[in-house]
C-alpha cells in the first residue's frame, strides 16, 4: 500500500521555475517506479515524466524535454519534479502515480498506474 502527496505547487509567471515535491508512505517506496501526470482543464490526463525505483532511468514527455526533471530520494521517500521555463500550457493540476505493483518499469499511460495522489495545481501566468 503507499499514499501519495504532491507539494509545492503554485502561480507562477512564464519563463518561473517550480519544484513539485511527491511524498510517500510505505516502507517499499524505494521499490515503486514513480511517474508525474497532469491534467488541464478540459483535456485528457497526459503523462510528463517518470523515473524508476532505482532512479537509474527516467522518461518524459516531448513538449518537457529540456525542462523538467524527475529525481527521487529514498530516503526521504519522495520524488521531485523540478519545473524550469515554465509556459502557459503547462497550467494544470500535477498528480504523482505508482504502480500496484514493486520493480515495474513505468510506462507512460494511465493504466499502468494504481496508487495516485490527489494532485497539486500549477498555474502559469503572462
Known amino acids: 500500500q503507499v499514499q501519495l502527496v504532491e507539494s509545492g505547487g503554485g502561480l507562477v509567471q512564464a519563463g518561473d521555475s517550480l519544484r513539485l515535491s511527491c511524498s510517500a508512505s510505505g516502507r517499499t517506496f524505494s521499490n515503486y517506479a514513480i511517474a508525474w501526470f497532469r491534467q488541464a482543464p478540459g483535456k485528457e490526463r497526459e503523462f510528463v515524466a517518470a523515473?524508476?525505483?532505482?532512479?537509474?532511468?527516467?522518461q518524459y514527455e516531448d513538449s518537457v524535454k529540456g525542462r523538467f526533471t524527475i529525481s527521487r530520494d529514498n530516503a526521504k521517500n519522495t520524488v521531485y519534479l523540478q519545473m524550469n521555463s515554465l509556459k502557459l500550457e503547462d497550467t494544470a493540476v500535477y498528480y504523482c502515480?505508482?504502480?500496484?505493483?514493486?520493480?515495474?518499469?513505468?510506462?507512460?499511460?494511465?493504466?499502468?498506474?494504481?496508487?495516485w495522489g490527489q494532485g497539486a495545481q500549477v498555474t502559469v501566468s503572462s
Open positions: 502515480a505508482a504502480p500496484q505493483d514493486l520493480f515495474v518499469t513505468p510506462g507512460t499511460t494511465r493504466e499502468t498506474y494504481y496508487y
Open positions: 523515473i524508476t525505483w532505482t532512479g537509474v532511468r527516467t
